[in-house]
């Protein structure tokens, strides 16, 4: 496991002499935050998701924090949008358990990476749904956890393929494209 995880957002728009970025994603708008909490407001144009989960500001840099000093190298420290340092992580998952359009055509959970390593594109941020009605009547701890290790997986093998179809290297927005074909074989495991 590395240090503190900050992961980077991704520049979504830039200056006129392409040399400063001017919109990021996720952008967090710190004046729609309540003083009790580092997330956006509910119903705030500043929420951002991951799946079905919102983005924990915590979680991802905030570009603002961060100098630099004549040299060119950071001269402090960078800070989340949330003012904190990360914590000890390899990748953010967000799990949640939504009933949803997945979830009725069999599946028993999903996953996608939705922010990535932009040298290695190495998933930072995910996202997994475990569909509810695809454990009914089942107590069982071990079969959820299998399930989470099984999308986990999921979210770490494709990732590649991910960022091939939709031509983005590093931290990007897979949801903007369809995901790419999976063998059958490996969807039946998600039924």
């Known amino acids: 496991m590395q240090g503190p995880l900050l992961v980077s957002p991704v520049c979504t728009d830039v200056s006129r ?27 705030t144009k500043d929420v951002a998701m991951c799946g079905r989960a919102v983005i924990n500001p ?5 570009p603002d924090s961060c100098t630099l000093g004549a040299d060119g190298r950071l001269a402090s420290a960078c800070a989340s949008h949330a003012g904190t340092k990360g914590q000890p992580a ?17 599946a028993a959970a999903w996953a996608l990476p939705c922010m990535f390593d932009p040298a290695t594109n190495r998933p930072l941020l ?5 569909c509810p009605f695809s ?9 959820l956890v299998s399930i989470i290790l099984h999308e986990v997986r999921c979210v770490c093998v494709w990732a590649h393929a991910w960022a ?9 927005q897979p949801w903007a494209c369809s995901p790419p074909r999976w063998p059958p074989r490996l969807l039946r495991a998600h039924r």
């Not at 040399?19 to 996720?26: A, E, G, H, L």
């Not at 390899?90 to 069999?106: F, I, K, T, W």
């Not at 995910?126 to 475990?130: D, E």
């Not at 454990?135 to 079969?143: M, N, Q």
């Open 164 to 172: 091939r179809r939709c031509g983005y290297q590093g931290a990007a």
């Open 58 to 62: 915590a979680h991802i840099l905030d």
């Open 90 to 106: 390899d990748m953010y998952l967000y799990v949640s358990a939504v009933q949803d359009e997945q979830c009725a055509r069999g």
């Open 17 to 43: 002499d392409r040399r400063t970025c001017v919109k990021w994603f996720p952008s967090f708008n710190t004046s729609s935050r309540s003083s009790s909490s580092s997330f956006p407001a509910p119903g």
């Open 135 to 143: 454990l009914a009547g089942t107590t069982s701890t071990d079969l």
């Open 126 to 130: 995910a996202s997994a749904n475990v």
